[in-house]
């Protein structure tokens, strides 16, 4: 295990407040969050979860792409 802890849980909600609450909750000091390009048109859209996370980040956040 390399002294990593991870757990699994589902969780709802909104992505970024469910997200963010996460790593609050359970103490955690890195968040690693998956994230792709979009299409120029969809990006207003679907891309606001990436930017609410890093805004609201409290710990270092790894943006895997």
Do not use: K, N
Not at 20 to 41: E, K, M, N, T
């Amino acid at each position: 295990s390399h002294g990593i802890a991870a757990e699994y849980e589902g969780l709802e909600g909104p992505v970024a407040e469910t997200l963010l609450g996460a790593v609050r909750d359970y103490g955690g000091d890195l968040l690693i969050i998956g994230s792709y390009r979009l299409p120029s048109l969809l990006e207003p859209l679907l891309g606001g979860v990436l930017d609410e996370v890093l805004r609201g980040a409290t710990v270092p956040v790894l943006i895997c792409q």
